[in-house]
């Protein structure tokens, strides 16, 4: 990763916004922070919840190929030794003699210490996993895992699976949930983090068929950012090089996104072959195996794994989605956030804090929360308020001025282009439902207007 890619939002913009508005927080911080771990504050875990329900709306809702699962996070021990994890997910550590600071030997560029130039020990292996105990004894015999990552619920649950939905291959398993890696090497803020969430479809094939699923899932999972808004030109696809492929993959692609420090994965796409369901057919002695009912044959299906991080996803998305520019003679910052993501659709303005006028704001306020996550900001100059909703990325803003009393109509405000048109409030909802759904600005329902220069509200 290079220092600051040329042409993106530094992250340092990125990391006070997200501070300034409530999207992320340092874990604990009150205690001084807990390296490498994040909160998520109130917009923030609106927008992961967000990101989330996109993914599982393309990967399981609208394919009847794909079904969820929420598996535990400690999973039996012996899962990790059937994985490869107790022996092979293990990063090569060296340690300044002088200072005791480790470093990953695959960082380094030099023989000494990046700190203090003190001379570095030979590398050690050291395992990524959080261990803890099961019960009330901390002995070796209940040492139990927090789950690297969230594949091998799936793969574990693969029989059960199949008995229970019928399905046939090519079929999925999708899913979301927690994973813990005692990292090494942090930073960039929630890029790698000790405590993260993955997004994870194994999607199980017939042998023989994998490169076809291979390319496709390539090709699926680019489009998805695309679809979300992120920039085609910030997105790329990277082999990995023999040296660096996992022990269980047989090819392995990165998605990787443009972001502030350099390009740096998003996604790994890796075809694992047969191995999961062969080690654990065997660490646990239960048949994995597969009944093709066309050859009449028992096989041990192969698995191309799309494989996200959901806050790695949140990073992109707010560094493709930030921008500033000038509004009234004012820097204005915002964030161009598709509608299905942005963690407010809607924020009702009421141009005064008159009783008559927050008497009808309100009331909308209270109708439109019913269908999506709204604001109600009565705090400031209007202008104000307007910069306070783009920064966060809300779509549209909806302005109740002393005419609404009177022709019972709101003005509906455009975050990107600040364009207004004005509509009747029986129109109101259906009319931001078809805006929210991609709908031009300029549409019109019935009795609607384009709100002109100098009416604005
Ligand atoms: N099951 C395969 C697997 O876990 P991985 O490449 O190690 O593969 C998949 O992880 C995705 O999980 C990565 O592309 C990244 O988005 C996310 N991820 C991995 N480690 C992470 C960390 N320490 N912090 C944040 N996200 C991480």
Redesign the pocket.
Known sequence: MTEQAPGKVDMEKIVSLCRRRGFIFPSSEIYGGLSSCWDYGPLGVELKQNIKQAWWRAVVQERDDIVGLDASILMHPQTWTASGHLQGFADALVECKNCHLRWRSDDLTGNNCPSCGGELTEPRLFNLMFKTFMGPVEEMANVVYLRP?T?QGMFVNFQNVVNTTRKRLPFGIAQIGKAF?N?ITTGNF?????E?E?M?IEFFIKPGTDEEWFNYWLEERVNWYVKLGIKRESLRLRPHTKEELAHYARVCYDIDYLFPMGWA????I?NRGDFDLVQHASFSGKSLDYFDEETKEHIIPHII?P???V??TFLALLCDAYDEDIAEGEKRVLLHLHPDLAPIKVAVLPLSRREKLAAVAKELYADLRQCWMANYDDAQSIGRRYRRQDEIGTPFCVTVDFQSLEDNQVTIRERDSMKQIRVTIAELKKTLQAKLEGEDLFVLPPGGSIWKEGESS
């Open positions: 990552e594949a890696r990292e929630i890029f790698r983090s000790r993260f993955q994870e994965e998003l996604e790994g890796a794994e494989s996200a991080g806050d790695r």
